[in-house]
């Protein structure tokens, strides 16, 4: 559909500052590090100020060497002296293997004095004391930051009294309500890290986002300086945006098998190519495509191509690792957990089978080609989706858009709320705590009181409860979770939020956790567990649900041309109904009644109206009323990703023909959590981009009723029904301020 050709670039070389450690210099020089690029010096001189800083420059480009170097160098030079511990740092990933392959980085240089130990749940009991009592830099990452170590800070004394550096790598992840979590950790952090001492320098490092600065700010809490302005060289790169072909009878092949034939293409002409799908099952249903094509070619060309295994286990790494290396391995079919775990260069090719999400996996994916400096091949395959697409289609909306706005909100109160009784449990809470927490933190805190989870004395709040706040509170929700239980053994595999529970792992479900399938047996919402068992039934289930939304408060309108456009507070009331079971191919087999209680969320929404008049003059008559909102709605969630770091599954959507609150018909837009994760605020503030979009992703598509690649939803509570394609394409127009 279109082929991109981005020009090489040279590096920016400088010299190393005058503060670098001679120990930590003369293992850099050891390892063939002579000078810096540009973006590394410009860290450096930041970090050696004092000052917080985010990298944010491209795959590839040496960010670890901006935060490891200042950090080593305070390692090695603070030897302990009698009684006392000497300086100490703290790095923190959003997985195990990346936190690994930086022990191994560490590892590498062998600066004296540095004691580098990784901390996870995978560490045996004996292990931890001694990183507890030795180590003086710690790799872990946020949940067992929560769970274990601020919790059981008085342990951690001696290493948080000499913390000077904590580190933050790919801090992008850390969106939506999960960056609210983590947020809300780092202040934690903050806190009780001052109560022994210590004021942390902050280094974060992420892909290229929108405005880095303001991101990482809002992550710590602190002002924080970005440095943005990549030195380091890239290879030219030939990018195309690939879509696959419509057959007679309108359908088309699947982004999957697509990329498959790509892999097998580019294996067979010797380019070492890594293809990226959406889920583990994808990648190895891709690496079986590609292999069943090479077998009819040469056999010996499909023992090249490879699956990438989830589970982050350091041997399946390091044994991809080697083969890539080697050119064993001349094909990779990998999920995006290659994106953050293990460490690959000198790729030729990368092809994505469907749009990542974000602009900023996009280019993290395809800076995975061309590491070696020479030039590179990135191919992006549309899936059968509506942002797919259109991007397929506005070449503009990639390569001349900047990256979306990373959305994170601190002041969630669903999310904030338990953070505070987590810190009043750690140390109690006094007056000038308030501050670091935010201004809704005071009221935050009289709910906690009349609950009873907090007491109120004249130093401050205190834990009122005998359990401990951490285990009713996961860093990737908001509010209770549903533990996942395995039938047979009683082992927990996993938990959902338990507003996701009635979906996800209803009675019946088939439920994908870390690549295996679950079939769930029962799900015992009074205790809060679903309970599966392990097996591919064959078919996929998909709950069946009716809403009804209530406005509680509109915080912002904005009158339009032909429409009101709101952004504001809603309750969103759902019960599921019922589930379908469906094949691979799509077929329907099966639908199946539950009986399940109504869950209400209060959450924030954007949701605009069209008076009834103004449908009928643009051709849109009462009978098609409910059916062009129903597909314009679909469209607008698929769309959103466009101007926000969400995905389809991170917001619902409901839509009425004459709703009791406006009294008009309205299509609605929410954040699927509570409180609310701010993309329904980043749609309403980039509305007309977002609607605009999407009017002309429905319109472009080639379909002619509607398909999954304009108006169908794969999440749709009501089947795909009423859905009106030309009718939703004349509610967005109606949306959009050219109009009238």
Same mark, same amino acid.
């Given at each position: 559909?279109? @082929? ?62 901006g ?7 305070s ?92 580190? @933050?790598?790919?801090c ?48 710590t ?15 030219a ?31 067979e ?95 993290q ?13 990135? @191919? ?15 070449p ?66 205190f ?44 009675t ?7 690549g ?26 998909s ?21 009101? @456009? ?26 199946h ?6 869950h ?5 929404a ?11 003059a ?123």
């Amino acid at each position: 559909m279109h @082929v991109e050709h981005i020009p090489a670039r040279p590096a920016r070389l400088a010299q190393w500052p005058a503060e670098v450690s001679p120990a930590v210099l003369a293992a850099l020089l050891g390892a063939g590090i002579e000078r810096p690029w540009s973006h590394q010096r410009e860290a450096l001189d930041l970090v050696h100020a004092g000052e917080h800083v985010v990298l944010a420059t491209g795959t590839a480009s040496g960010k670890s060497l901006g935060y490891l170097v200042p950090l080593l160098g305070s390692l090695a030079d603070g030897a302990p002296a009698a009684g006392v511990r000497g300086p100490t740092a703290l790095y923190l990933s959003p997985t195990k293997a990346l936190a690994a392959d930086q022990l191994a980085r560490v590892d590498r240089l062998a600066v004296p004095g540095v004691r580098a130990a990784t901390y996870d749940g995978d560490t045996p009991p004996d292990e931890r004391r001694w990183v507890r009592e030795h180590a003086n830099l710690v790799l872990t990452n946020p949940d067992l930051l929560h769970h274990s170590l601020l919790p059981g800070h008085q342990r951690w004394s001696r290493f948080l009294r000499g913390l000077r550096y904590v580190v @933050v790598d790919e801090c992008h992840v850390y969106r939506g309500v999960f960056g609210a979590h983590v947020a809300a950790v780092l202040r934690r952090l903050r806190r009780v890290a001052g109560r022994y001492g210590s004021t942390p320098t902050f280094v974060l490092a992420s892909a290229t986002v929108s405005d880095p600065a303001a991101h990482a700010s809002r992550l710590t809490g602190l002002p924080v300086h970005a440095v943005t302005n990549d030195g380091s060289p890239r290879g030219a790169m030939t990018f195309a945006l690939w879509e696959p072909a419509t057959g007679e009878d309108g359908s088309r092949r699947s982004a999957t098998t697509e990329a498959a034939d790509i892999l097998a293409d580019l294996v067979e002409r010797g380019v070492q190519t890594v293809a990226f799908a959406r889920s583990r099952a994808g990648s190895e249903a891709l690496a079986a495509g590609a292999r069943r094509r090479l077998e009819e070619l040469d056999p010996t060309l499909a023992e090249g191509v490879s699956a990438y295994r989830g589970g982050y286990l350091p041997q399946d790494r390091r044994l991809v690792e080697r083969g890539l290396r080697s050119g064993a391995v001349r094909g990779l079919a990998a999920t995006n957990a290659l994106e953050l775990g293990i460490d690959v260069s000198g790729l030729d090719a990368v092809v994505m089978a469907g749009w990542p999400g974000r602009r900023a996996s996009l280019w993290q994916q395809a800076g995975r080609a061309g590491r070696s400096g020479e030039d590179s091949l990135a @191919v992006l395959v549309a899936a059968d989706d509506p942002l797919d697409s259109y991007l397929v289609r506005n070449p503009a909306a990639i390569f001349g858009a900047a990256v979306e706005s990373t959305v994170v909100d601190p002041d969630n109160p669903h999310v904030l709320a338990p953070h505070l009784a987590a810190a009043a449990a750690e140390l109690p809470l006094a007056e000038a705590d308030l501050e670091l927490f935010g201004p809704s933190s005071r009221r935050l805190l009289d709910v906690l009181v009349e609950g009873g989870i907090l007491r109120r004395r004249p130093t401050g709040w205190f834990w009122a409860r005998e359990d401990r706040p951490t285990d009713h509170l996961s860093l990737r929700g908001a509010g209770e979770v549903v533990a996942v239980v395995e039938t047979r053994t009683g082992r927990v595999i996993g938990t959902v939020d338990e507003a996701s529970s009635h979906t996800q792992v209803h009675t019946g479900a088939v439920h994908v956790h870390q690549g295996d399938t679950w079939v769930v047996t029962n799900l015992d919402l009074e205790a809060r567990a679903a309970h599966a068992v392990r097996g591919d039934p064959g078919w996929s289930t998909s709950a069946q649900s009716v809403s009804r939304f209530d406005l509680l408060a509109a915080e912002r309108t904005t009158r339009r041309a032909r429409v009101d @456009v709101t952004f504001g507070t809603v309750r969103v009331t759902t019960q599921v109904t019922g589930f379908m079971r469906r094949l691979p191919s799509g077929e329907v087999i099966g639908t199946h009644p539950l009986d399940l209680p109504e869950h209400a969320l209060t959450t924030k929404a954007v949701w605009w109206t069209v008076p009834e008049e103004v449908l009928e003059a643009a051709g849109v008559g009462a009978p098609d009323v409910p059916g062009a909102l129903h597909a314009a709605e679909h469209a607008a969630i698929g769309m959103l990703p466009l101007v926000a770091t969400s995905d389809r599954w991170d917001v619902g959507g409901v839509s009425t023909a004459l709703h009791p609150d406006t009294g008009l018909p309205t299509v609605m837009v929410y954040d699927g959590y509570p409180g609310g994760a701010g993309f329904a605020e980043r749609a309403f503030e980039a509305f007309e981009a977002w609607v605009g979009a999407t009017r002309d992703a429905v319109l472009g598509c080639p379909c002619r009723s509607g398909c999954p690649a304009c108006v169908q939803s794969p999440k749709c509570g009501n089947g795909n029904e009423p859905l009106d394609k030309a009718g939703a394409v004349t509610v967005l127009e109606l949306a959009l301020a050219s109009v009238g």
